[in-house]
């Protein structure tokens, strides 16, 4: 959605709570030509009320800024949402009953897509092989990315489509293999699904608050194609903002994230893979496999990006999880600030996507350089604990260094939230929870610290200060919610009632504490356009 794409109706919501740092004790908010005009008390909001186009009674619900997901990958989850979901999966053999019974269900589809598997997770941790698939199909196309997407099993059918597609192993398909099998899987998705799929994404996200979302495209990724639908849709019709970036390398990875509309030539522009299909690139080996994971790009092709993007004036960005990957960006980054100058570097806001793997060396540089961390929380929340599959990977000791958000705000790193959906589901609430109650004591931030990096966090990642903030002159991108009695919440599992003193300038948040249900969204705003709203409430 696009700026021009806003509302003209004067809003006025009253009778609730409202999160403003202009106010801490809001309960009404006015809202003029798709920007926040006013917040204020109960008392005050009648001036306003006969100049409204809308009155909103609250009801007690809360308003807060809509959330901002940084990272996601918006046609994949959509065809998640309409496809074979194996997320809940929990052995091999409910795994194949489910696929069996999704091919009987979808007779007519060339190819079937699933999404969500994690054998690491099943007894025997075993992934189902290409000869039960070719059985559970009845010897169809399909194509089942792990719940990481940085490998996949197949059918031998599949296969069959893949241009030269021979000499494929058995048993899940990394890198030059995956990307073959995806661009043909995807290539079957017709242009009616691939816009159903968006359609549902857009949707399924507005329904959950999300006010932005962060598309992370390119070639290895989705296609021009794609990323440019997805656009041009998102300004054509009422949703979730998407702000694009295009994940190509060099002065002709630039020219192209120009040429498609992204902000920049960033993303999931590969440094590594991903812990799971021991595909991360670690200094020292995997604890359950004898190697280091792969490298994709070097320091000296990382230098060569972030001065292209710089001199463009684009955002360059990288994925990067093992700590060799993250020390690779980090040399690479400094190499382009001695040569472009290290102001020019900060002032561009690169980016680095997940960082998990991160040291006090790392960390530190992070903050001299200017990087934006951009991470998902849920990543620990799934994976993390003694038991989860960080230890299985790395070991307990390494494991419970992964994802050190105290330790980036410390360091005065910015940082925004994302899910990278599909990997894991859109879920801004159970976002804030698990870095706010991350699994190593020491990471956790506090519930205000997390809000705002799921919130304004994500506005300045794309180097917008004037948002994510419900004041006076913000874009009026706000959510309603239906919640219990707000709380101020420390990062120690300690909770107090917000405390009444107004020289504390701090507004209240839901109570996220484990077991307690999340708040519920009643209603979605970009732009001053309404874009969600719960029925029968």
């Known amino acids: 959605m696009s700026e021009s794409t806003t509302s003209s109706d004067t809003v006025l919501l009253r009778g609730g709570e409202v999160h403003s740092p202009a106010d801490p004790f809001a309960t009404a908010m006015v809202v003029e030509h798709g920007r926040i005009a006013w917040v204020g008390s109960e008392g005050a909001a009648d001036a306003f009320a006969d100049g409204a186009d809308e009155v909103i009674d609250l009801d007690g619900a809360l308003v807060t800024p809509a959330f901002t997901d940084a990272h996601v990958h918006t046609t994949a989850t959509g065809l998640a949402l309409t496809g074979l979901d194996l997320s809940g999966a929990s052995s091999l053999e409910t795994t194949l009953a489910r696929v069996r019974a999704f091919a009987a269900a979808r007779p007519a589809d060339r190819v079937l897509l699933g999404h969500g598997w994690d054998a690491s997770r099943w007894p025997g941790g075993r992934p189902p092989t290409r000869a039960e698939l070719d059985e559970a199909t009845g010897g169809r196309p399909l194509y089942l990315s792990r719940i990481d997407v940085h490998s996949a099993v197949v059918t031998s059918a599949l296969l069959d489509l893949v241009p030269g597609g021979t000499g494929f192993p058995d048993g899940p398909l990394t890198g030059d293999a995956h990307h073959a099998v995806r661009a043909t899987a995807l290539g079957a998705v017709t242009p009616a699904q691939r816009t159903e799929a968006q359609r ?141 100058g290290l102001a020019r570097v900060r002032a561009a806001r690169h980016r680095v996507e997940h960082a998990e793997m991160l040291t006090p060396e790392t960390v530190a540089a992070f903050a001299e350089l200017g990087l934006t961390a951009s991470v998902q929380p849920a990543f620990d929340a799934l994976w993390g604990g003694e038991d989860g599959m960080y230890a299985r990977r790395l070991g307990a000791e390494r494991a419970r260094t992964l994802n050190p958000f105290a330790a980036l705000l410390r360091a005065g790193v910015p940082l925004t939230f994302g899910s990278d959906s599909p990997v894991t589901p859109l879920d801004p609430w159970g976002t804030v929870r698990a870095a706010a109650f991350h699994r190593t004591p020491e990471h956790r931030v506090s519930v205000r610290a997390a809000f705002t990096a799921h919130t304004r966090g994500g506005w ?78």
């Open 200 to 340: 549902a994404a857009l949707a399924h996200a507005a329904s959950l608050g999300i006010g932005t979302v962060h598309e992370c495209g390119g070639p290895e990724i989705s296609s021009e194609d794609d990323f440019t639908a997805l656009l041009r849709l998102a300004a054509e019709e009422p949703g979730p903002r998407v702000v694009g970036y295009w994940a190509e390398q060099g002065e002709e990875g630039v020219a192209r994230a120009r040429a498609l509309g992204a902000i920049g030539a960033a993303g999931d522009l590969f440094v590594d893979g991903a812990l799971g299909s021991h595909t991360a690139c670690l200094h020292e080996p995997y604890t359950d496999a004898a190697h280091t994971g792969t490298a994709h790009l070097d320091a000296a092709a990382v230098a060569a990006h972030v001065v292209a993007c710089t001199e463009a004036g684009l955002q360059a960005g990288f994925h990067a999880i093992g700590d060799a990957a993250v020390s690779t960006v980090v040399e690479g980054v400094r190499a382009a600030a001695d040569k472009v």
């Open 460 to 537: 300045r990642a794309i180097g917008r200060d004037d948002a994510g903030a419900l004041v006076p002159g913000a874009p009026a991108d706000y959510a309603v919610w239906r919640t219990d009695a707000l709380v101020v919440q420390a990062p120690d599992d300690r909770v107090a009632r917000w405390s009444t003193d107004a020289r504390s300038g701090t507004p209240g948040l839901p109570d996220l504490s484990p077991g307690k249900d999340l708040p519920l969204c009643l209603r979605t705003v970009v732009g001053g356009r309404t874009v969600f709203v719960r029925q029968g409430e």
